[in-house]
């Protein structure tokens, strides 16, 4: 993906007040920060926003937090969010690797949205659903964990599912035509875009206990 500098983007993630620029500071109390016990949900590589907007509208009973690796993208979340004011909706920019150094044992829900599927074998270990992730996730979770994917991208697909199963998680949905199902789905902007030129969207929710 080509990224774009978006001028002051800085200044912007910085100053917005759905960005969490401490996040360390939080680090296992985050529910104390919403000023609710509900459960946590998190999306890795939220992008420009869309899912995890619309997420936040669409369940109020429920935190979403969403992270992003780079601000230039970031901003482009921030502008969507406009006037709107949604209590329950948090954004970090941050590395997916990192995770384990601002969360403790408190998200419920993890979702992977149309990640990078580095398809050379070589870059097999930085796909989102490869060992070098799958661990990082065990220390944020509470003690049941569950990861939903979306990709439109076998291989990715194809990969996850061993990833996963091998690591001890359960199935329960697969989906390779999504949209094709009555399963309750918010759409992202790659999705959007994807499905009006026909492409078909892989879906899948894991379980491990």
């Not at 990224?3 to 360390?24: D, H, Q, T």
């Not at 946590?40 to 979403?64: H, R, S, T, V, W």
């Not at 001890?168 to 030129?197: A, C, P, Q, W």
């Amino acid at each position: 993906m080509r990224l774009r500098n978006v001028k002051n983007a800085k200044e912007i993630v910085g100053n917005s007040s759905y960005v969490i620029n401490n996040p360390m500071e939080y680090k296992g109390k985050y529910n104390k920060l919403f000023n609710n016990g509900n459960p946590i949900c998190l999306e890795i590589g939220m992008g420009k926003g869309d899912f995890i907007i619309n997420m936040a509208i669409k369940y109020p009973n429920i935190n979403f937090m969403g992270i992003e690796k780079y601000q230039s993208i970031l901003v482009r979340a921030i502008e969507k969010l406009g006037d709107l004011e949604l209590s329950n909706l948090k954004l970090i920019c941050m590395d997916a690797r990192d995770l384990d150094s601002v969360f403790s044992k408190e998200i419920d829900t993890i979702y992977l949205n149309f990640s990078d599927p580095w398809p050379k074998t070589r870059h097999a270990k930085r796909r989102l659903t490869s060992s070098t992730f799958l661990p990082i996730y065990d220390k944020v979770f509470k003690s049941t964990k569950r990861i939903v994917q979306k990709t439109d991208n076998t291989g990715l697909f194809e990969f996850s599912i061993v990833s996963l199963s091998n690591y001890g998680y359960i199935i329960n949905n697969v989906s390779l035509d999504l949209h094709s199902t009555e399963m309750d789905n918010v759409m992202t902007e790659y999705e959007r875009k994807f499905s009006s030129k026909g492409v078909k969207i892989n879906y899948l929710e894991a379980i491990k206990k």
